[in-house]
Every structure is written in C-alpha cells, then in structure tokens.
C-alpha cells in the first residue's frame, strides 16, 4: 500500500495587517521530500500518519510505503500573498511530480486560510491533490477545530478529521486517526458518506476550551453519537472568528456508513451547537481592572496571568501592539510591579542586542506593522539581557515545536520586563519567557498574546487569569469588527431570528 504524506498550515485573519512569506514558513517549520520521514522532535500530525502506519503494517503483515511531499507551517498572520501560495503550491506539486501512483492521501491542513485573491487557499491546496491523485484515490484530510469548513472541501475529499482539543493538544492524535480512517476505506471496510451542516454563528475563540464550558458538552455529546454507531467519525469545528468570508460559519461534519443516520446524527449536533450559542460569551477587563485586583488582593503568591488576546500571533494578529505597556506606565505600574510584557519589534529588538547588556537605551515601540490601531511609544529603557531567539513549546502545547524569535532582548522599565523579538511567535508558553531569563512563576503580573492556547502551560501555575479588553485585530468583541461579506443573519449581529428558518430545512452547506 502505497500513502502520499504531508501538510501545508496557515491560519488567516482578514483583518490583520500582518502578512506572511515563504521565508515564515521556513522560519516556523518547514520539510520537504524525504525529510518528512527522519526522526524529528515535533508532535505534529505528520508523526501520528507515520505511526499509525507503523501499527498497520504490523497488525496487517502489509507493507505500507509513505510517499512524503513537504509540510510546512507558519505562525499565523493576514491573508497570504498571492505569491506565497502560488510558491507552495508549486513545491508541492513538485514533489508530487516524483512520485509514482498511489492508494491513498493524507494530508493536513489548517482550514481557515484565505489569500489575498482567494476565501479558500486550503481548497487550492486540495484541487492540486485531486488533480493528481484522479476522482478515484481517497483523500482524508486533517483540520484544525478553528477551519471555516467549505461545502468544496467537503465534496473533493473521502474524509476530514479535526482536532478534538483546545486548547489544542491533540494534532499526532488527529493525525492517527485520520490515517486509521484511509487505512479502512482503501481496505473498503468503510465508504463514509460526510455530511456538512454549517450553524450561522461566531463565538469568542477565548470560550472554545473542550475541557470544560459549551464545548466540552457538545464534545460528550459527540462521542455518546459515535459509541451508538462504530463507523461514525465527528469533527466539530468552532470556526476562528476573524474571517470576512462568504462561507462563514461553525460546523459540523459527520461521516459514517448509514446516510440517513449520518445526516441525523449532524443535524442533532447542529442543533445542539445553536442552542448553547448564548453561552460563549467573555468576561473582559481593562488593565485598570487588574492592576485594582493586585492591590486588592492579600495573597500574591501566584503571578496574574493576562490575555491580550487581541494582538495574539496565534490568530494572526502581528504582535506588536504597545496597549498594554502603555496603560501600565500611566498607572505607575513600572514602581510597583514585576511584569513581564512581549512585543514584535524587529528595529527596537535589533537595537537593543546592538547595543548589548547592561546599555541604556531610548526606543520607539510598538505598532511596526497595526499602524491603523495604535501609534508606537517612546521610552527610555536598559537592556538587560540578549537572548539567542529559540525556545521549545512544552507538552501542553500544540506540537512541541521549536520557535525562532530572531533576534530578542529584554529590556527593563522600573519593574516592567519586556521581551523584544524580531519575528512573530505564539506567545502562549511559559518556556518564551524562560528562554530569555524571565520566570513567570516569580512574576506579579504576565502578559501573554493568546486567546486559549496558554492555558494548556499557564493554568499549571496560577488560576488568577483574565483577558483583557484590548484593541486589535483578533479581538474578543467580534461585533466591532467591519464585516462585510459573511452571509446574514449571523449570530452575534442578528439576534431572534429562527433556524433553521422553515420546520424541515436543512442545514447542509454542501445542498446549496
């Protein structure tokens, strides 16, 4: 049995003004041909293909060949150039060109990536793979629980499998299981119909966690649907809410053998998914809010943890806002408190390990690239520490991969620390701050850029979390977006109106 392998993973927001190159793929994670298959320290679904394969070929005494393409991912940021995509499509198609036919296709994406002239760059991504493979090789792809599900995604592919955890902790599992899935349609114990039902709604991505709250029931409820039929496979999907696209929207897929219990089973989670959409609602807080908590808090033993979720790489945000920062030193912050601040600034960075240790320095941070939300901030700081840019996520994380921040610096306000870092990263780990000498542990008050994913580090050391009510491009306050393009009525800015709109309608995105 011969398996084509691989990935191409971006996330999109269409309001950021961040943009990302070939050059952020290889900067983040990048293999190409033959390097997919040596050993590698990342977790990422790339090693749950490749064990699952493993445990096949030992249960079944079959030979299975991996044909690797390339896997490539960058931290998120805007739509991607048009040229950006055109060159991996390109590398991908070339590695594609080398290989012989195939029995089958997994491959991974993320799901909510848009180019600058295109809604659907993950769709562009898979017509090359149909392309080549012809109408008959099954393809089964992996997506992130944030992908804005399409009815052509659905309609080119034999199966989609997403990740059951956010934050999310699951990518090799999605992986294996996405494989076990192709594994048992090429051996034709299973020829799963899917069934798309898109739910008109957009929810804060602060309240997605699947280890409590909504999304945790929903999740019990799935699962009790696949325990009543052993061929169903569900994926829910919370899609990321910063994409002004035309099909925008949470949804559901369910995939089974049976289609009339297949379509019931989505329509029922459809409609659970809908009823609990009142009940993803945030509580934000302004940094005066917080810096009141700490004076008025006895025991400050444990750090407070703040979410500038709205300047969050990880949802394509650039990074660099100087919100925070700046709010702090009004309230005097820098003459009490042990902070720990992040921002993108490659100049202020640059000039900062230029200048070298111990230095004092004058800066002008902040908004390199969100020029349309905030003006930079001068201030007058000493360079404290010059940092080599590297750091590994730890287990709770994604994929345990190894970030490159470029070149990085602490710089000392008062008692403000902040990390200065020349390229983007998710900033959700406890491990960036450590790289460059700063323990959030011992901190007052730790600033992190993530809407959920920090939980998985940051909940093990304090319970004292809170996100905050920033501007940006990834923010909670979905409704002060400029949305134009999502179809209407949209929950949250439509409220009472009926769905699905008649008795009986359906809700599949694919019919339409």
């Not at 394969?53 to 896997?71: D, V």
């Not at 409820?221 to 925008?248: H, K, N």
């Not at 089974?256 to 959409?277: N, Q, V, Y």
């Not at 979390?465 to 949305?483: E, H, M, Q, R, W």
Request: proline share 5%; net charge negative.
């Amino acid at each position: 049995m011969r398996i084509v392998v691989g990935g191409l993973l971006q996330e999109s927001n269409t309001f950021s003004e961040a943009s990302s190159t070939l050059q952020d793929f290889r900067k983040y994670y990048f293999r190409l041909g033959e390097q997919l298959l040596q050993p590698q320290t990342a977790e990422n679904e790339l090693t749950g293909f490749i064990r699952a394969a493993a445990e096949e070929e030992r249960e079944r005494a079959g030979k299975i060949t991996l044909l690797p393409t390339m896997f490539a991912q960058a931290v998120s940021s805007g739509r991607v150039p048009r040229r950006t995509l055109d060159e991996l499509k390109q590398l991908l198609t070339g590695q594609l060109a080398r290989l012989p036919s195939c029995d089958g296709i997994l491959f991974a994406l993320h799901g909510a990536w848009a180019a600058e002239d295109h809604d659907d760059a993950d769709v562009e991504i898979i017509e090359e793979l149909r392309r080549w493979a012809g109408p008959d090789v099954p393809i089964v792809i992996t997506l992130d629980s944030h992908a804005n599900v399409t009815g052509r995604m659905v309609r080119l592919v034999d199966g989609i499998v997403g990740y059951r955890t956010f934050p999310h902790v699951d990518c090799e599992e999605t992986g294996y299981r996405a494989a076990k899935q192709l594994f048992r349609i090429i051996r034709g114990k299973t020829k799963p119909h899917l069934k798309l039902k898109k739910v008109p709604m957009i929810v804060p991505a602060e309240s997605h966690q699947t280890y409590r709250g909504p999304m945790y029931e929903l999740w019990e409820e799935a699962r009790a649907g696949e325990r009543e039929d052993p061929s169903r496979l569900t994926s829910l999907f919370l899609v990321q809410p910063w994409l002004d696209i035309e099909e925008m929207g949470c949804s559901v897929i369910v995939q089974g053998d049976d289609p009339d219990r297949t379509e019931a089973e989505a329509d029922r989670l459809a409609g659970l998914m809908w009823s609990k959409r009142s009940e993803f609602e945030v509580d934000l807080y302004s940094v005066p809010d917080i810096i009141r908590k700490l004076e008025a808090d006895p025991d400050r033993s444990l750090p407070y943890i703040v979410s500038d979720s709205a300047d969050s790489p990880g949802a394509g945000s650039p990074g660099d806002s100087n919100f925070v920062l700046r709010r702090l030193l009004e309230l005097g912050a820098d003459r009490r408190w042990n902070c720990l601040l992040s921002m993108l600034d490659p100049d202020s960075a640059a000039a900062a390990v230029l200048a070298g240790e111990g230095s004092a320095v004058k800066l002008r941070l902040g908004h390199s690239v969100s020029r349309s939300v905030g003006e930079p901030l001068d201030i007058e700081a000493v360079v404290a520490t010059v940092g080599t840019g590297k750091f590994r996520f730890g287990g709770g994380t994604a994929n345990r991969m190894e970030a490159d921040m470029g070149r990085c610096a602490v710089v000392r306000i008062g008692t403000i620390s902040l990390l200065l870092m020349e390229n983007a990263t998710f900033t959700g780990d406890p491990a960036m701050y450590r790289s460059a000498g700063l323990e959030p542990a011992e901190a007052d008050l730790v600033l992190v850029k993530s809407a959920n994913q920090f939980r998985a580090e940051y909940e093990k050391l304090s319970d004292r979390i809170y996100i905050l009510d920033t501007p940006g491009a990834s923010t909670a306050k979905i409704k002060s977006l400029a949305f134009e393009r999502i179809p209407r009525p949209m929950v949250p800015f439509d409220e009472n109106f009926a769905w699905p709109a008649r008795e009986g309608e359906s809700t599949d995105a694919t019919a339409k």
